[in-house]
């Protein structure tokens, strides 16, 4: 078993221990740290389109050499699906106080992205991601603990109509975040992560640059509010900036804002999507991205 896959079963198995000693608090029931609303690598499930220039853009793929559609041309734009899986699943309430506690939790989910006007519907690539948070609250003040890991793969059919070859985009990551409530339930947070294994360094191009693959930092702001039917249908609005080493530092913004409808079991979001930056494709991860989009996202 490689590292990384190693690694993916540690977190898993961390749960077991966390929910055996809960004595009351397992399983949790809320959330201390919400996802935030606009980052593209939070774990949900996912279903939406994007108009994107990821093939036909200004900055064509550098990862690897440019790719040479045989079926069809790549546009300047075109349409993608995508789609994801997963979530945050709270497993044990370790302390709890009027205003907050600490949760661990359980994080994992699959994203994908299909070029829907392709005739062979090429799935571009898929990221994976796992991670262990542990959240605190404390009145408006909360954070995110979290190590993860995330790999990236390229499509089978990409690589088939292309001639595509995947590149090694793997990395584990201590990963932070504190946000505070500014006013109302409008939250700004910051942090970032530290990469204490990555696969990606080796990648020729990267190391021809002398670039490595150590750190990533992150700044936003979002807010979920429910002020119409009786408190179950509301909007959220985010915005949120990342920049990594891996990029040489460059911006990746992405916003969402978009109406929510919640009940006790699930909250369904439909948002509208804006990104720009260095694709949050892990096999694109240096080619510069822009697109809009919808989409529809459920939480539970």
């Known amino acids: 078993m490689s590292r990384r896959y190693a690694?993916?079963?540690?977190?898993?198995?961390?749960?077991?221990?966390?929910?055996?000693?809960?004595?009351?608090g397992f399983v949790a029931e809320h959330?201390?740290?919400?996802?935030?609303?606009?980052?593209?690598?939070?774990?949900?499930?996912e279903a939406g389109l994007v108009?994107?220039?990821?093939?036909?853009?200004?900055?064509?793929?550098?990862?690897?050499?440019?790719?040479?559609?045989?079926?069809?041309?790549a546009a300047a734009h075109e349409f993608q699906a995508i789609a994801a899986m997963g979530g945050t699943v709270p497993v044990w309430q370790a302390l709890s106080w009027s205003d907050g506690g600490v949760l661990v939790g359980i994080q994992?989910?699959?994203?994908?992205?299909?070029?829907?006007?392709?005739?062979?519907?090429?799935?571009?690539?898929?990221?994976?991601?796992?991670?262990?948070?542990?959240?605190v609250r404390k009145g408006r003040l909360s954070a995110r603990l979290r190590p993860l890991h995330w790999s990236a793969h390229l499509g089978d059919e990409l690589m088939q109509n292309s001639a595509a070859v995947r590149i090694p985009f793997s990395f584990e990551s201590l990963d932070a975040l504190v946000g505070y409530r500014a006013?109302?339930?409008?939250?700004?947070?910051?942090?970032?992560?530290?990469?204490?294994?990555s696969d990606t360094e080796t990648l020729p191009r990267l190391q021809r640059l002398g670039m490595k693959d150590r750190g990533r930092i992150q700044l936003g702001t979002d807010a979920e509010t429910y002020p119409w039917y009786e408190g179950r249908l509301g909007y959220v609005f985010g915005?949120?900036?990342?920049?990594?080493?891996?990029?040489?530092?460059?911006?990746?913004?992405?916003?969402?804002?978009?109406?929510?409808?919640?009940?006790?079991?699930y909250a369904a979001q439909?948002?509208?999507?804006?990104?720009?930056?260095?694709?949050?494709?892990?096999?694109f991860f240096r080619t510069h991205?822009?697109?809009?989009g919808v989409d529809l996202v459920i939480e539970m």
């Open 239 to 265: 915005l949120d900036w990342q920049s990594a080493e891996r990029t040489d530092w460059a911006s990746q913004l992405s916003a969402a804002a978009g109406l929510s409808f919640h009940n006790q079991v």
């Open 289 to 292: 991205e822009t697109y809009w």
């Open 31 to 45: 959330r201390l740290f919400p996802s935030p609303v606009a980052a593209p690598r939070e774990p949900t499930f």
């Open 183 to 197: 006013f109302g339930p409008v939250r700004v947070y910051g942090g970032g992560s530290v990469n204490f294994h």
């Open 51 to 73: 108009m994107t220039d990821l093939f036909g853009g200004s900055h064509p793929p550098v990862e690897r050499p440019p790719l040479i559609f045989r079926d069809s041309a």
């Open 7 to 24: 690694y993916v079963l540690a977190l898993s198995l961390l749960a077991i221990p966390c929910a055996a000693a809960g004595q009351g």
């Open 108 to 135: 994992a989910g699959i994203f994908g992205r299909f070029r829907i006007e392709s005739p062979a519907r090429d799935l571009v690539a898929a990221d994976w991601i796992v991670g262990l948070p542990i959240e």
């Open 270 to 283: 439909l948002r509208a999507r804006f990104f720009s930056g260095p694709s949050p494709l892990g096999q």
